[in-house]
């Protein structure tokens, strides 16, 4: 009876013993899953992007990116802290260089997002929202500082000499334009974009110095809107009225 008894316990702790082992294995193997997950995403190449962009000459790089190659790669240095994403448990960030080029492209050609977005091996709607933030990005860090008149009499008299050089202008400090981008507006906002062109469209209001590059952007305007209206509405005649332009003229025949 004694020898049973025994048997009995040995088997018990056993039993106890394997079960133990098997609660314990359980509990690693989705401890270890929680610190592995990951997110299933569509497979895509981008073997553009990967191969055939570092085998590309400078000229074959700007015509793609509408940029040198060497600015390119100063261009990180400036906007890599806003421009950046972090890792996360699911996937890795995309890296800020192909982030850059992603929205260089988009801005610089006519390829619809889903073209873009095969080019890079990313998503639709990833490229999307690269383009939104890298033009936040600009307009932030940038538009402020290099689009700007001339604020100084010495700016003033550098553009003015410049009109006068290349296109026998007197007293020029710029040369103003618009034009309309094609849109498609949203519900409800049909008639406001409607142009007389007959097509949606929003209307940009442009100045460029001599050397064609821009000084003053205002975007927005509805399609329907006339120049004049655009005009009245903008800074241009504000920046005109500072006492600062009105020390530059020239008289002519004693007028």
Known sequence: MEY???KRKKRRAWFIRNALLYQLSILTDQSR????RTAWVYPKSGYWWSDIVPQMNDKQFKDNFRIHRRTFKQIPNQVEADLRRRDTVLRLAIPVDKRLACALYSLGS???LRTVAHLFGIGKSTAASILHD???ILVELFFGRLIKFPANNQEIQATTDEFLQKFGYPMCIGCIYGTHISIEPSTGAETDYFNYKKFHSVIVLAV???SLKFI???I???GRCNDSYVYSQSRVLDVMKNPIYAQNYLTIQNT
Request: charged content about 20%; glycine content about 4%; some cysteine.
């Open 33 to 36: 899953r929680s610190h592995q």
């Open 4 to 6: 049973e008894h025994q």
């Open 208 to 210: 460029v110095d001599a």
């Open 110 to 112: 006519t390829s619809e």
């Open 216 to 218: 003053y952007i205002n």
């Open 134 to 136: 890298f033009c936040n």
């Open 220 to 222: 927005g305007a509805p």
